[in-house]
């Protein structure tokens, strides 16, 4: 705490001249910062990120000797593994990234679906993740969505994108059944449904705020 002489004024944070006058002022009374120290927990994350990424080699390593020396199958250290570094990359851009939330949502899902296809591959390929997983994850983002517009309300157009970006995902799940990559086409094709009634829904009940989002955003 601070006090100008001039004004008879005391001030609480750290600056040292008066906001009125300009003069210097008189240190009355030590404080602590006012602000948080963003800084600090920065430092913090970045630590235990570092920590997290030391601990997840020490066990990849140890597993990687495990089933070098034992009749432990691969498959053990390769899952170990992605899901490690799955771990790693929640930390570094979802906690410590500075993309907004939606952006961190759908890269995460993304990469996700990504690491449980290479998984299947690792364990033989029986289908279950492009068959399953990878619609099971745009229905979540559907999910999230629709949770996301109800509780941001007065913003909720700017989901519009997100919900474009779910029906070409969608689609390209019925694409991959049409080329016999995908087996099983039901969750895909309740996948593609979804995404195009909430998008139809959100365009139609939206009204000209729907409209003026999406002519700002495509230009037109």
């Not at 029906?167 to 799940?173: D, K, N, R």
Request: proline share 2%; aromatic share 8%; charged share 15%.
């Amino acid at each position: 705490m601070s006090k100008c002489r001039q004004c008879n004024i005391e001030v609480l944070d750290e600056t040292q001249r008066c906001p009125l006058c300009g003069n210097v002022l008189e240190p009355t009374v030590e404080v602590e910062n006012m602000y948080p120290n963003i800084r600090l927990k920065s430092r913090k994350l970045v630590f235990i990120s570092r920590l997290y990424l030391f601990t997840a080699i020490a066990i990849e390593i140890f597993l990687v000797n495990l089933c070098m020396l034992t009749e432990v199958q691969s498959l053990v250290y390769i899952i170990s593994g992605l899901v490690l570094l799955f771990g790693y990359i929640v930390i570094r851009y979802a906690i410590l990234g500075t993309s907004g939330y939606i952006a961190k949502t759908v890269v995460l899902t993304i990469i996700a679906i990504i690491m449980l296809v290479a998984i299947d591959f690792s364990v033989g390929y029986n289908g279950w993740s492009v068959n399953y997983a990878f619609p099971a994850g745009i229905l979540l983002i559907d999910v999230g969505t629709l949770v996301l517009m109800a509780i941001n309300n007065k913003n909720w157009q700017s989901y519009l994108m997100l919900q474009i970006f779910m029906v070409l995902c969608s689609i390209v799940a019925i694409i991959l059944n049409l080329v016999h990559i995908v087996t099983n086409p039901i969750v895909s094709i309740v996948a593609l449904n979804v995404s195009v009634i909430l998008l139809l829904g959100t365009v139609i009940l939206g009204g000209r705020r729907a409209r003026v989002e999406l002519k700002r955003r495509f230009h037109i």
